[in-house]
């Protein structure tokens, strides 16, 4: 093969990988309840190697769960599974320093419990009372 056609199979690929996350995306805001935010595992290894540990991706509200699908990522599978009944806010806060850059814009910071872990949820300050009070429903949604 000659080096021109190379070039183009490579830019073929690029084209496909990109629209595959366009129509991702597509069909994840088509069931409803989508909302952009960031997540970060503080316990998790893998966060402590990367310089801040952010990652950007959709959250899909789906009963008593918060779907979190990565952006950057063709599967259909959610990364992280958010149990409604083992999430507690513990505080709320600002991002700082490079940290704002690393998080969807406007962003509020909730550290958060999930069972035993702990888990920092980066969204739009818009969507934050909808979130707030999805978790607050929590005990309300249980009993009926």
């Known amino acids: 093969m000659e ?19 366009v129509v991702r995306r597509r069909l994840l805001d088509r069931a409803g309840g989508t909302v952009d935010l960031s997540l ?3 316990d998790d290894r893998r966060a402590a190697r990367a ?7 959709v959250g899909r509200y789906d009963g008593d769960r918060l779907l979190w699908f990565k952006t950057f990522s063709l599967s259909p599978r ?22 704002a850059l690393a998080v ?3 962003a509020t910071v909730i550290e958060c419990r999930h069972g035993e872990a702990t888990v920092e949820l980066a969204v739009p300050s818009v969507v934050l009372p909808g979130l707030l009070a999805w978790l607050e429903a929590a005990s309300r949604y249980s009993l009926m």
């Not at 070039?7 to 690929?13: D, F, P, W, Y």
């Open 78 to 99: 959610p990364r992280h599974v958010l149990r409604r009944s083992m999430l507690t806010v513990r505080q709320r806060r600002t991002p700082h320093g490079a940290e």
């Open 104 to 106: 969807v814009a406007d």
């Open 40 to 42: 970060r595992w503080p």
């Open 51 to 57: 310089s801040i540990g952010w990652s950007f991706g």
């Open 3 to 21: 080096a021109v056609e190379l070039v183009g199979i490579a830019v073929l690929l690029v084209c496909a990988a990109l629209l595959g996350l």
